[in-house]
Nanobody, 121 residues
Framework: QVQLVESGGGLVQAGGSLRLSCAASGSIFSINSKGWYRQAAGKQRELVAGITSGGVTNYAESVKGRFTIARDNAKNTVTLQMNDLKPEDTAVYYC???????????????WGQGTLVTVSS
């Protein structure tokens, strides 16, 4: 079973920074794209940042210039550096990946359980 585990969430004041990390573990054959989604209270889940296996990134317009996504393919990790945080960034952040599970080679989507980011004003 492939699992994604997020870490790095917490409480921070507006203007502060946090770095989220997501580690994939389990029987992994390959991972294609990885990304971060977030879901604020009462809102739909939205894509925050994504990165392809080749390192091409994309960001939600609201976080461009403030957030940076990166991945270490050898370690199967992805990070989200969040700078100049704003109260509207408050949400549960979820790591996402898609790829093939080892053994069966099933192509699956993987989700972490989420980590809470709270930005106070």
């Amino acid at each position: 079973q492939v699992q994604l585990v997020e870490s790095g969430g917490g409480l921070v004041q507006a203007g502060g920074s946090l770095r989220l990390s997501c580690a994939a573990s389990g029987s992994i054959f390959s991972i294609n794209s990885k990304g971060w989604y977030r879901q604020a209270a009462g809102k739909q889940r939205e894509l925050v940042a994504g990165i392809t296996s080749g390192g091409v990134t994309n960001y939600a317009e609201s976080v461009k210039g403030r957030f940076t996504i990166a991945r270490d393919n050898a370690k199967n990790t992805v990070t989200l550096q969040m700078n100049d945080l704003k109260p509207e960034d408050t949400a549960v952040y979820y790591c996402h990946a898609d790829g093939r599970e080892g053994g069966t080679l099933r192509y699956l989507e993987f989700w972490g359980q989420g980590t809470l980011v709270t930005v106070s004003s």
